[in-house]
């Protein structure tokens, strides 16, 4: 059975992301990353000070990783974190509901120009029906 890393070792990738995009992930960690250093001046406050310390950890690989454009993998903590950084900042935008709203009304002045093969890309908005 083939892996993406047969041999589990480490190995050093390319970011190859639009510069728009890097410019917008190094705005973000860099904001997540200050706001966990001031958390961690009082620890004692913070549910799990470790977890905080290893998140920061994560941001400052990241972002070290979008400067120099290259980033070691497999990161595993990355990849949990980010995941974890996606799904919250979806449910806090209000994602879904953002994306059925526009494919809504795309797809209703789709119909309104004349297209009659228009379909909008059904991406989420079943759970607003």
Same mark, same amino acid.
């Given at each position: 059975?083939?892996?993406?890393? *047969?041999?589990?070792? &480490?190995? @050093?990738?390319?970011?190859?992301? *639009? @510069?728009?995009?890097?410019?917008?992930? %190094?705005?973000?960690?860099?904001?997540? $990353?200050?706001?966990?250093?001031?958390?961690?001046?009082?620890? &004692? %406050?913070?549910?799990?000070? #470790?977890?905080? %310390? %290893? &998140?920061?950890?994560?941001?400052?690989?990241?972002?070290?990783? /979008?400067?120099?454009? #290259?980033?070691? /993998? *497999?990161?595993?903590?990355?990849?949990?974190?980010?995941?974890?950084? +996606? &799904?919250?900042?979806?449910? #806090?935008?209000?994602? +879904?509901?953002?994306?059925?709203?526009?494919?809504?009304?795309?797809?209703? $002045?789709? /119909?309104? #120009?004349?297209?009659?093969?228009?379909?909008?890309?059904? @991406?989420?908005?079943?759970?607003?029906?």
């Amino acid at each position: 059975m083939a892996t993406k890393n *047969p041999t589990g070792g &480490e190995r @050093v990738a390319s970011v190859d992301l *639009p @510069v728009e995009h890097i410019a917008i992930l %190094r705005d973000r960690l860099a904001s997540w $990353l200050e706001g966990l250093r001031d958390d961690l001046r009082f620890p &004692e %406050r913070l549910e799990s000070p #470790e977890e905080a %310390r %290893r &998140e920061s950890q994560v941001y400052e690989r990241l972002l070290v990783g /979008l400067t120099s454009g #290259e980033i070691a /993998l *497999p990161d595993e903590a990355a990849r949990v974190t980010i995941e974890a950084a +996606a &799904e919250a900042y979806d449910r #806090e935008s209000n994602y +879904a509901e953002i994306t059925a709203s526009h494919d809504a009304l795309r797809g209703l $002045l789709s /119909l309104l #120009e004349g297209d009659e093969g228009c379909s909008a890309s059904p @991406v989420l908005a079943d759970s607003f029906r």
